[in-house]
C-alpha cells in the first residue's frame, strides 16, 4: 500500500488541484463504504487522494483486467479489489469487498461500473451490487460528487488534455441513513431486487445531488441509461 501512495500521490499532485469539500464527514476508522460518480478513467487516483489526506487507505474495486504484470501484484498487494465482470465470479468482488469492510478499511466503488455515458457528465444508471455492500454490512455509507478529472481524461472524445493542476472538486455528503433495510435484513428480510434497486437509487441520488451543488446546475430527474455493452478503453470498475 505504501508503494502505490508513493506512485499515487506525486501524480495525483501534478495533475489535479484537489479542492475537498466536507472531507472532515469521512470517518477516521471504522468501516466506510465511500461511494463516487464516475467522470473519467483517472478518478482514482484523485479519490484516493482525497482518502490518504484525511488519513484513511482506500481498496477500490477495479476491472480485473488491469491487475496484470507488476502493476496487478502492486495493486493486489495494496489490497486493491478485482471485479471479474459478466462472468460467473463477479461475486467474489463482493464477498472481498464485504471482508474488506468487516475489517474496517475504507473501500472505494463506483457502482455505475464505468464512466457515465451521459453527455453532461451526470450519473447513469448504477449496478445494484453498491445496495447489497450497504445493507449487509456495518459501514458507514458516504456519498461522494466528484467534478474535473474529466478535464484532464475526455472519456467521451478519448482525448488526454496535458496540464498540470487541473481544477478537480470533492464534495463529501452526510452519511446515508440506512438502518431501517439494514434492520429488516438482520431480521431475515430478503434482499429483493426491488430493495436493492431502491437502495442503489438512494444513495445516487444523493451523489447526483451533490453533484448539482458542485456544478451550480440542476440535475436531471432520472439517470442517463446503461450502455449495452462496455467500450474500448474502459478501466473503471464495480461490483455488480
Known sequence: MWAAVLVVYPVASLMFQLRYRHAERLPARGPVLLVANHVSVLDPLACARLV???????????????????????????????????SVDAHNALDAAKADLDAGN???????????RD??????????GVAR????TDAVVLPVAQWGPQRVHDYHRKKLHLRFRAPADYLVGEPVD???????????????????????DLIMSRVRDQLAELRQEPAPLTF?????????????????
Open 178 to 200: 440506512l438502518s431501517t433495510a439494514r434492520a429488516q435484513v438482520r431480521d431475515g428480510g430478503l434482499l429483493s431486487a426491488e430493495l436493492l434497486r431502491e437502495t442503489t
Open 133 to 136: 455492500l450497504a445493507l449487509t
Open 52 to 86: 490518504f489526506d484525511n488519513g484513511r487507505l482506500p481498496h477500490f474495486l477495479a476491472k480485473q483486467s488491469v491487475f496484470k504484470g507488476f502493476a496487478g501484484t502492486l495493486l493486489r498487494s495494496a489490497g486493491q479489489i478485482p471485479v471479474a465482470r459478466y
Open 106 to 116: 475504507v473501500v472505494v466503488i463506483y457502482p455505475e461500473g464505468s464512466v457515465t
Open 224 to 240: 442517463h441509461p446503461r450502455p449495452r455493452h462496455e467500450l474500448p478503453g474502459d478501466l473503471s470498475g464495480s461490483a455488480a
Open 119 to 128: 453527455p453532461d457528465w451526470w450519473p447513469m444508471q448504477a449496478r445494484t
